[in-house]
Each structure stands twice: as structure tokens, then as C-alpha cells.
């Protein structure tokens, strides 16, 4: 069973950087890995993605402060964010996409608090 442990969430003054990692076990396929984000009353949006076959997508309102990595051997994604804001604040969720049957999982989130 494949699971996603999130760990690297906090609080951090605005501007400040921050970094979360997510760990998946269980999964012996390819698959991409994402992070997505939901702040309070909204809903839940990409953050940035990095695909199976080494392409990375991140939206163009946060490019420039976002970086996304992953290490296939731990099975492994990082999400680097600098010049944080208040409205970076929500809780991160790991994401995974099993290739090529799209078999989807979520962690549990890790809350990032951006304070002004």
C-alpha cells in the first residue's frame, strides 16, 4: 500500500524560506510527485509538480520562488519556497500519481504559516 509521510512545516515570517519533504513507501512503479496546497476557504491548488520523466511544472504565480526535486531512489520530493508571503500560508499535501495506471494518493498535509 502506498503511503506519503510530509514532513518541514512550520511557522515563518513573511520573506523567510521554508522546505518540505515527502516521503512514499510501498510503490515499486513509476510515478509522478506533486505538491498542492489549500489555504483557509479556498480550494486546493498545484504547487508545483515533478513528472516521472524528469519534467517539472510549476505555475507561473509562483515561479521564481518555488523549487521542486526528487530523488527516485528514496522515493523522495522536495518542495523549496523562498520570499514566502502570508498568503503562502495553508496546508501543503504530498501528491502521487502512479504511471501509467493514474492511481492517485495524498498524504496527510503539513501546515505552513506565513506570518506578516
Known amino acids: 500500500q502506498v503511503q506519503l509521510l510530509e514532513s518541514g512545516g512550520g511557522v515563518v515570517q513573511a520573506g523567510g524560506s521554508l522546505n518540505l519533504s515527502c516521503a512514499a513507501s510501498?510503490?515499486?512503479?513509476?510515478?509522478?510527485m506533486a505538491w498542492y496546497r489549500q489555504g483557509e476557504g479556498k480550494q486546493r491548488e498545484l504547487v508545483a509538480e515533478?513528472?516521472?520523466?524528469?519534467?517539472?511544472n510549476i505555475p507561473d504565480s509562483l515561479r521564481g520562488r518555488i523549487a521542486i526535486s526528487r530523488d527516485n531512489y528514496k522515493n523522495t520530493v522536495s518542495l523549496m519556497m523562498n520570499s514566502l508571503k502570508p498568503e503562502d500560508t495553508g496546508v501543503y499535501y504530498c501528491?502521487?500519481?502512479?504511471?501509467?495506471?493514474?492511481?492517485?494518493?495524498w498524504g496527510k498535509g503539513t501546515l505552513v504559516t506565513v506570518s506578516s
Open positions: 501528491n502521487l500519481k502512479t504511471i501509467p495506471w493514474g492511481s492517485i494518493y
Open positions: 515533478a513528472t516521472f520523466g524528469g519534467v517539472t
Open positions: 510501498g510503490i515499486d512503479y513509476g510515478y509522478n
